[in-house]
């Protein structure tokens, strides 16, 4: 039984000791508020959740390699990264494109931005269609519907890890089918 208020550094120490009361300590310390940082910059419910549940999996994973001498700061800079590389692995997501339509209103685009941001929609459409029907599927209620990974296992009555294998897959095959028309806007938007 842990005591009530040990320091940050002493549950560290007892984590990299497998103590796993002192993981949910930190755990129930620190969840919520990496939750709301999550949430405050993305928006979104389920991935905020779901970033704040990586991040803990990932301290629990490596407690034995980690030398954290500020877990606040740790917590924090580490969930900065797991957020980038989420928007950088969903770059390509409806979500986020309507973020940068919102961006770069279309009323301000010239008639040749419009025609090249409704290109891009329509090869998005057309790279959807030519994945294979269940990756699609998976793809559709991940990205689209905002599903779970549990609750579309659930629904398609499948296992976890084969719905992150097609979002896997999907998300390959749309990066790979997608790369010139992003290069396009990410230049125009630098510009």
Do not use: C
């Amino acid at each position: 039984m842990l005591p009530q208020k040990l320091t940050d550094t002493e549950l560290l120490d007892l984590l990299r000791d497998d103590d796993e009361q002192a993981f949910r300590e930190l755990y129930d310390r620190y969840w919520y508020k990496m939750y709301v940082v999550a949430h405050r910059k993305l928006r979104r419910k389920e991935v905020a959740e779901e970033l704040a549940q990586e991040l803990f999996v990932m301290l629990w994973q490596k407690r034995d390699s980690l030398r954290i001498l500020n877990v606040p700061a740790f917590l924090g800079i580490t969930l900065k990264n797991l957020m980038v590389d989420y928007i950088r692995r969903n770059i390509l997501e409806e979500h986020y494109l309507d973020q940068l339509r919102q961006f770069f209103p279309t009323e301000t685009f010239t008639t040749t931005e419009t025609v090249q941001l409704n290109e891009l929609t329509e090869a998005i459409q057309n790279t959807l269609a030519q994945l294979p029907e269940k990756t699609r599927e998976v793809f559709i209620l991940r990205r689209f519907e905002q599903l779970s990974i549990r609750e579309i296992a659930q629904r398609l009555e499948l296992s976890e890890k084969a719905i992150e294998y097609h979002l896997s897959r999907s998300t390959t095959f749309l990066r790979q089918n997608l790369r010139d028309f992003v290069a396009v806007w990410v230049l125009y938007f630098l510009s």
